[in-house]
């Protein structure tokens, strides 16, 4: 079953048609609008992986036009102070989103934290209102990195309706509105995780896979379908010989590559797609006040 034609999903190449689109947008909206859209970043602590978010995320801003409002506190910051940050936020009309860096340092109420954004200005898609939308199947503000899959899936006209659809990992930020996504879309959607008994055996029946784990080069080719499509969500930086560490997916992607019809590579697959439809969210909430 090995081919030579699988195709690999270029997230990267489809972030920069998003983000085109989303600048040519900004500018024909800021006349009425009498300034850009706003987003409000904030890190607490110095987890490296939602430090190279944040980083990516304030390039990308900038290149299209969004003001970014990124707030960097010490690992030790008090519940009630971020409260009292969030609270500003909310009433500051130059920002249409905010985005809370998850993981957050163990003192810290996450879920209590997340329920003080405005779910209008919720652009993670995880408050409460905005998490019973999407089950609802209403319009909303949804998370990040399943839209971008959802948005990847559509870019290379793969087919949901009726497919088996399996999702590794059942986080509130990807798992959980991956499926949801999916089965919207009239998937048959599976939801496996580390508790699934068989693991490789309910992968194998994917049509279209998506893993959302952060375990390093965990599938390999014996756990796929041959001819399924494989979406890597997983951003995990393991140890190199060249010292600065080496990003890579879930997904053992030269092993799964050959027997794959389509695979996002890790980097440049889903992490470009979830800055992307960060910031298509700002800008969808920005577009939402215009009377
Ligand atoms: N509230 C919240 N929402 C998030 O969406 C969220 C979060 N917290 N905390 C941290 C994780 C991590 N995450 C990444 C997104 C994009 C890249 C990304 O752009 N990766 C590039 C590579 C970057 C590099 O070269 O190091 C790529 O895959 O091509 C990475 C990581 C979002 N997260």
Redesign the pocket.
Known sequence: MANDISQILDG?ATARTIRARLKAEIESLQPQMGRPPGLAVLLVGDDP??A??VK?KQKACERIGIESFGRLFPASTEQAELEEVIAALNEDERVDGI????PLPKHLDAVALLHRIDPQKDV?GLHATNLGKLVRSETGLRS??PEGVMALLKEYNIEISGKNAVVVGRSI?VGKPMALMLLEANATVTIAHSRSQNLSEITRSADILVSAVGRPQMITAEWVKPGAVVIDVG?NRIPSNEGKGK?VGDVDFESVKPICSAITP???????M??ALLLQNTVWSYRQKIA
């Open positions: 990267k992986a939602s190279i978010y990516n985005l809370v860096q998850l993670d990040c990195t930020l951003i990003l890790v980097p440049g697959g889903i992490g470009p979830t800055v």
